[in-house]
């Protein structure tokens, strides 16, 4: 029988199907490439060392990293750490920042009812200075180190797992010490009465009769807060903030323009009141403190009975009573009708009360007073 020398397609697909039956040799098989399989080494490659074949294998089995990728993926590991630096600061337990909620909310309750909330931050401004003083380190490591977590202003993928007020704190921070600088600014303006508007005021109490307190006649007269120790404070606390003293407080004096010629004036409408004289013991224990203050007592008044303090036990401790003082400073043309001033006298026992009685105290800068004439 005679063959032809090309193969005809039904023997091409014989040895086809005896092959992938495994009907042929292992050596003769055809070989086959997939995504899995790759074809068989050249037999020259058969005696080839053990450290080649496996070089070969491992460059041949992935492709290899581009610099992009490898670029992204340290990135990538870099801001999850970035992330977790930030996460660990903002929320440590024993970090400043763990009441910084309080602190943005009161912020943005400022920021929004300014009158509402003024007397809170009187009551206590301290506590806001402390939290601004504080959060000045981490507010420059967020545009620092923290920078890279933050995309045009806002906070970045590598965050989004974080609170909303964890991933904000950079920014709510930032904007609440703003608000505060502006605040406190208006606190320090009032504490240190350097305001034309705060003169202004009690100028108008004093026409219309009205009652002023020591400090505050102490700024018209003067024309000063209520002296160094006050001032110095608030320096020390703008140059804890690194905020710039503000211009209009940076003089302790005030607009007292006119204020001698309302004084003089008041003098013509008031005067001290008919009153029960006190003893004389009260005047000479009266006049030793309020000297202290550069004052001199003239007439004092009791006004109303003894107030008395006991014990757990209900024994009496000491008693006191107010009294009515008018008083004079050398160089003034004015005098001034303290109310509410106290003396006090100890218990001596067995229902007596000790002779000696005690002044509370030089006159305090809340202390009322009437400017009155001193006739």
Excluded at 170 to 199: F, H, P, S, V
């Amino acid at each position: 029988m005679r063959y032809n020398r090309i193969a005809t397609p039904a023997l091409l697909a014989l040895l086809l199907n005896s092959s992938a039956c495994g009907m042929l040799p292992k050596s003769s098989r055809l070989p086959t490439f997939g995504k899995s399989e790759r074809a068989a080494p050249p037999a020259t490659q058969v005696h080839a060392s053990s450290e080649t074949t496996k070089a070969t294998s491992a460059t041949t089995s992935a492709p290899p990293a581009t610099p992009l990728a490898s670029a992204a993926a340290a990135g990538s590991a870099d801001l999850s750490k970035l992330a977790h630096d930030y996460g660990k600061e903002v929320g440590a337990p024993s970090n400043i920042y763990r009441g910084f909620g309080y602190y943005v909310a009161f912020a943005r309750q400022y920021q929004a009812d300014k009158q509402a909330v003024f007397h809170k931050l009187q009551g206590g401004y301290q506590q806001y200075i402390d939290y601004f003083a504080e959060s000045k380190g981490f507010i420059e490591r967020c545009k620092s180190k923290y920078a890279p977590l933050f995309v045009d202003g806002a906070p970045g993928p590598a965050l989004s797992s974080m609170a909303p007020e964890m991933q904000n704190a950079c920014l709510w921070i930032e904007e609440a010490n703003k608000t505060m600088t502006r605040a406190l600014i208006d606190l320090a303006t009032q504490d240190l009465r350097g305001d034309k508007k705060y003169a202004d005021g009690i100028v108008k109490r004093i026409q219309a009769g009205k009652k002023v307190t020591h400090g505050e006649l102490a700024v018209l007269v003067s024309g000063k807060s209520d002296g160094d120790v006050l001032y110095k404070r608030w320096q020390e606390n703008f140059e804890k903030l690194g905020i710039p003293m503000p211009a209009a407080l940076s003089s302790k004096t005030v607009d007292t323009s006119g204020a001698k010629k309302t004084l003089a004036n008041a003098t013509k409408k008031k005067r001290f009141p008919r009153c029960k004289p006190a003893p004389a013991d009260y005047r000479a224990s009266l006049n030793r403190e309020f000297s202290e203050a550069g004052l001199k007592v003239i007439r004092v008044c009791v006004d109303g009975g003894w107030e008395i303090k006991k014990n757990a036990l209900g024994i009496p401790v000491d008693r006191m009573r107010n009294t009515w003082v008018l008083a004079r400073r050398a160089n003034e043309s004015f005098c001034r009708h303290y109310t509410g001033v106290g003396v006090f006298q100890k218990y001596a026992g067995a229902g007596r009360w000790q002779k000696r009685v005690a002044a509370g105290g030089p006159p305090q800068d809340q202390f009322s007073l009437y400017v009155v004439a001193c006739r």
